[in-house]
């Protein structure tokens, strides 16, 4: 136990420092669209996030990716700033348009290079690079051809992982194939908040299986490229959902968004095999003969880790049709993201939000981890990306104070090592996100970073919790508040 200064002794909440494993690796987060601007240089065609940012009254206040953080410029000063905090390790994602416009052929060498440049000189300021393949920037033409919906696009995903792999497998030695493809599915096909702004829930559905179909095909392409020590994983956005009631009506909703939600990724990816359950609840909209013998192990492929996204804990009731698709948390829109589950109410649960309207609820985050814990017993965590957006501004003395966001990262830290202390196997937790960038339907209006990014001059501001982050992340220690301290 240690006293922090100032503390009074006397007090019975004494604050403890917890102290995290030596080999637990802390790092920030980013994907590329969000940050890296530069949308039509070098080669880089559009992705569907390029035309739907660029399509009216989709985005807030029409902002688009166009220039971003200007990242594909600034990256040599954002690794300083990393390498300044002393962080270990930096997920970003490459962007397929960038990497191989149109999505099909040959890659493009100056889309590689940008790459090759940041990873050197992660390496050089010993900062580990963790490249994720997709992050939602499909190529536009990709989705012209049919997109997730299609088989063709799991072909095309492994195609591109292997030419990922061959360029940069020999600097970067964790990948993850894709980022929360319930995002890609539901948001994307079903609900229409996130390109490519298709409300179709079969259309959903079979983007979901394709996306796994990919993420599957992608590993084995990543591993028949890769060094033998490499790490291959992908991150799912687990949602942790609550019954509001122990009654039967809405423990039954928890298990159908838990199907919809996790188990149709976790089910085919880590079991092999789709959740009967899911498969009977979707039986109105689909028979699910898009899945054609032989991709179930396909899909399930051995992971070095599994790579969690947590933000706000899910909770919902049974029995109230038509209000499901408004206060999910997932944006406005007159579609459900829920095929079959248009009578699913969901609630804002208890206690204070954030920007985003999301429930701040450290516990969902540990309770989380004891599930995947018990649930997959021999497979790693890492948590590749927690954080949240609040209303930060520059102050008079030219600073940005985000008590908040602190407090957020205090009470997840702190649970993720009560897990940890449980007897989960949590590898590292990367804080979403490094900087302030383009929150995709929110546009810029909403302030996720550790850095404040300047959007009319691109000039970056570490917050006080961009400072805090670092010292716990250099130390390897989380001291408890101190209560003297504003
Ligand atoms: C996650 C996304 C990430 C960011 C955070 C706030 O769902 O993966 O890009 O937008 O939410």
Redesign the pocket.
Same mark, same amino acid.
């Given at each position: 136990m240690v006293i922090a200064a100032g503390h009074d002794l006397s007090s019975t909440e004494a604050p403890t420092a917890l102290t995290f494993p030596s080999s637990f690796t802390w790092g920030t987060?980013t994907?590329a669209y969000?940050i890296e601007g530069a949308a039509t240089l070098d080669g880089r065609t559009p992705s569907i996030w390029d035309t739907y940012a660029r399509t009216p009254g989709k985005v807030r206040n029409g902002d688009t990716g166009d220039i971003a953080t200007d990242h594909y410029h600034r990256w040599r000063e954002d690794v300083a700033i990393m390498a300044d905090l002393g962080v270990g390790a930096y997920r970003f994602s490459l962007s397929w348009p960038r990497v191989q416009p149109t999505g099909r052929g040959p890659s493009v060498q100056k889309g590689l290079d940008f790459y090759r440049r940041l990873t050197d000189e992660l390496l050089e300021k010993n900062i580990q690079p963790v490249a994720t393949l997709y992050?939602?920037d499909l190529p536009q033409d990709l989705e012209d051809a049919g997109g997730w919906p299609e088989r063709a696009t799991a072909d095309r995903f492994a195609a591109y992982a292997a030419l990922a792999a061959e360029a940069l497998g020999d600097r970067v030695r964790t990948w993850i194939t894709l =980022?929360?493809p319930w995002?890609s599915a539901f948001l994307g096909y079903a609900s229409g908040v996130h390109a490519p702004g298709r409300t179709d829930p079969v259309a959903a559905l079979r983007a979901a299986h394709h996306l796994n179909l990919g993420h599957g095909k992608a590993v084995q392409a990543l591993r028949s490229n890769l060094p033998s020590y490499a790490q291959v994983s992908v991150?799912l956005?687990i949602h942790h959902v609550r019954p509001h009631s122990q009654e039967a009506e809405d423990v039954d909703a928890a298990r159908r968004i838990d199907a919809l939600a996790n188990r149709v990724f976790t089910g085919p990816m880590l079991q092999g095999e789709y959740p009967e359950d899911l498969l009977r609840d979707t039986s109105s909209l689909t028979d699910w003969s898009f899945v054609k013998d032989g991709d179930l192990p396909e899909i399930c492929q051995p992971l070095d880790f599994l790579g969690v =996204?947590y933000?706000t804990p899910t909770l919902v009731s049974g029995g109230a049709a038509g209000s499901s698709h408004r206060s999910d948390g997932h944006g406005k829109s007159e579609h459900t993201p829920w095929p079959a589950a248009d009578d699913v109410t969901f609630h804002l649960p208890p206690g204070s939000t954030t920007a985003?309207g999301w429930a701040v609820d450290p516990t969902g985050l540990h309770d989380l981890l004891v599930r995947m814990g018990r649930d997959f017993p021999r497979l790693p965590l890492m948590i590749t990306?927690n954080?949240a957006?609040f209303d930060d501004y520059v102050d008079p003395a030219g600073e940005v104070n985000d008590p908040d966001r602190i407090a957020y990262l205090q009470g997840h830290l702190a649970a993720v090592h009560r897990a940890i202390e449980a007897g989960v196997d949590v590898r590292g937790y990367f804080l979403?996100?490094l900087l302030d960038?383009f929150?995709?339907g929110y546009g810029y209006s909403?302030r996720?970073g550790a850095v404040y990014v300047d959007y009319p001059t691109g000039n970056r501001i570490p917050k006080a919790s961009a400072r805090w982050y670092g010292q716990v992340a250099r130390s390897g220690v989380l001291s408890s508040p101190d209560p003297m301290s504003d």
């Open positions: 987060a994907a969000q992050h939602w =980022n929360e995002c991150t956005n =996204n933000y985003m990306e954080g957006a979403w996100s960038n929150e995709w909403k996720f």
